[in-house]
């Protein structure tokens, strides 16, 4: 193997997923996240507001669609929009990053939705046998 730095030791790769050290992973954490996966996908369809996104997911609680929502805008995927109108009107949208997301969760959906009775029926099996 050739290397040609002069920096003692070895240099971490950013952007492998496998290193426990690597940034991917806090990434990796946030887009596999079920919540993530859903609120994508309704933001997919349009614009929404929180309360919107509350009745569209269901079995989120507020809390969890609230970091859901900060996580996914502190990352740029998610635009938080607040017009100034009486009452307030607060608006959550997917940013040009977060719509790269679209396809592979669509995916991941879809996937999850064709595999469901197999999986279900190994998971009795599984259980009947544990």
Do not use: N
């Not at 920096?7 to 971490?12: C, E, F, L, Q, T």
């Not at 608006?91 to 679209?102: D, F, H, I, K, S």
């Amino acid at each position: 193997m050739v290397t040609t730095s002069s920096a003692p030791g070895p240099v971490p790769l950013l952007g492998d997923p496998y290193r426990a050290d690597c940034p991917t992973r806090r990434i990796l954490d946030r887009i596999g996240d079920r919540w993530t996966v859903l609120v994508v996908g309704v933001l997919a369809e349009g614009d929404a507001r929180f309360s919107q996104l509350a009745r569209r997911v269901e079995g989120v609680s507020q809390k969890m669609l609230t970091q859901t929502l900060r996580g996914l805008e502190r990352d740029g995927l998610v635009r938080r929009t607040v017009h100034p109108e009486v009452p307030v009107r607060v608006e959550y949208a997917l940013t040009e990053a977060g719509r790269t997301l679209c396809e592979p969760l669509r995916a991941l959906q879809e996937w999850a939705i064709t595999h469901l009775e197999d999986v279900s029926a190994s998971q009795r099996a599984h259980d009947e046998v544990a």
